[in-house]
């Protein structure tokens, strides 16, 4: 068997193009244009290049940028400051602050003083608490991508057997809640799981989030599965750099149903969920349908 190939960066321009097309609607129809506002301290790059990203495809599909660019030095209060200051914007919709933060600021303190409605990295505790108990919420970007993902492979997830390895908040746990919520039977495995191979190789579905290369094995999948590889490590190979994911691909792929690639799979669908999420909070502040096939 050699799997199918889950296509995340097409699947993602799929996505941007329905958001593309709701916030046209919500000019043309209320005259409001939802607006992300990025929040980016200090100068790492790689969170340079991923806030320029965002930045990029947020005014493509139509939507206002408004980007914050403080010193790494900045203090928490002048930080937590601005948080208040774009809480009460009614302009932005969106709030997101890059992360890491450098280290004397608190980013739990950080994260919690976002509007949960304008949450839209879902990590405020109140969005974790909502989604945990099945209510509306603010979901996190790559696990909403995983499932829109495993929705259009499968359709119904009703039934299936599921297996999320890592236990991150910001994957393995909402992961895990999202798809109890479409009626999986859920196990969170990890690095210290007793037999996790035969615990992996239960699964129907299968989503590598534990943060180490190359970790899952072919012999660990069952004939058929699908399998999501969260994970994005940067190796050195035969002298070159190179991304991998959490799962060995070559020989995933010759027993899975289907599989997404690193890199090209569920990467690209971080930044078209965090625009998806930005509508559906501008919908939402607006009382306003929310955009179908956006949302968990």
Known sequence: MTAQIIDGK????????????????????????????????????ASQVYVRSKGKQTVEVGMNSYEHKLDVDTSEADLLALIDQLNND???????????????????????????????????ISNVGLLGTGQKSMVPCTPLGCLMMLRDHHGSLSGMDAVVIGRSNIVGKPMAQLLLGDSCTVTIAHSRTKDLPDVVRRADIVVAAVGRPEMVPGDWIKEGATVIDVGINRIERDGKNKLVGDVDYASCAEVAGAITPVPGGVGPMTIACLLANTVTACCRANALAEPEGLTA
């Open 90 to 124: 009614k302009d932005v919709h969106g709030i997101l602050v890059q992360l890491p933060l450098p280290g004397h600021l608190n980013e739990d303190l950080v994260i919690n003083s976002i509007d949960p409605a304008k949450d839209v990295d879902g990590f405020h």
């Open 10 to 45: 097409a699947f993602a321009a799929t996505v941007r193009e329905k958001v593309a097309g709701h916030v046209a609607r919500l000019k043309e129809e209320h005259n409001i244009t939802p607006g992300l506002a990025v929040v980016l301290v200090g100068e790492d790059p």
